[in-house]
């Protein structure tokens, strides 16, 4: 599997932010934003483009778009805090939702949602999900955009776990990662160490359980 780590310095200022336990929940919020962004532009490189005539003041001159603007996929609930700063990168894409949550002692994924097109052949889709622990979460997310035929999967985490990194490889399933860092490892309760805590309850709230 094809793995990106983004190690730009303002990209490892804002995960600095969001590892920081006194970062509270609007600068936690506010620095992924920030990272969304860095992580979606690097993730985009590789986005099939189309070349058309565009005219300036001056002259016609050869301009770029892209020819197959990818679906945004975040996955409830940290997910949710990536999904605007990549729809303002990728304005014409559309948005499909996936929500899982993992169990506290089986580390297993319980499905709660899933909004997705029928049909994803030949439509390249971003994942955006702040965390790849186990990778549990994210390989029953990839799963399900494979069943409906999608070939060309990238997945956009902050961290991820040599242990979930190696899940996703295992899979078979067509994808690529882009990440901020791959962390040391996961602790007993499988909480990625160093890590940031719980993405969804540092963003929205909720009781430490890390
Ligand atoms: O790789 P894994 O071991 O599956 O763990 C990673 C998952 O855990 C977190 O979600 P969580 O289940 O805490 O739900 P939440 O977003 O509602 O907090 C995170 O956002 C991933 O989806
Ligand atoms: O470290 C972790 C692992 C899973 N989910 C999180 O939010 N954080
Ligand atoms: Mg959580």
Known sequence: MDVLVVDHPLAQSRLTAMRDARTDSAAFRAALHELTTMLVYEAARSLEIERFTVETPVAP???????????????????????????????????????????????????????????????????????????????????????????????????????????????????????ASIDEGLNDKAFIVPGLGDAGDRQFGGMPRF
Do not use: K, Q, W
């Not at 301009?63 to 805090?81: D, F, I, Q, S, Y």
């Not at 990168?89 to 709660?112: I, K, N, Q, W």
């Open 61 to 179: 001159t050869e301009g770029t778009r892209l020819a197959n603007p990818p679906l945004l996929v975040p996955v409830l609930r940290a997910g949710l805090g990536m999904a605007d700063s990549a729809l303002a990168l990728l304005p014409e894409s559309s948005m499909g939702f996936v929500g899982l949550a993992r169990d506290e002692h089986t580390f297993e994924p319980r499905a709660y949602m899933e909004s997705l097109p029928a049909d994803l052949a030949d439509r390249p889709v971003f994942v955006l999900d702040p965390m790849l622990a186990t990778g549990g979460s994210l390989e029953h997310c990839c799963r399900l955009l494979a069943d409906r035929g999608c070939t060309d999967i990238v997945v956009l985490c902050v961290l991820a776990a040599p242990a979930g990194i190696d899940r996703l490889d295992r899979s078979g399933l067509p994808l690529r990662l882009v990440t």
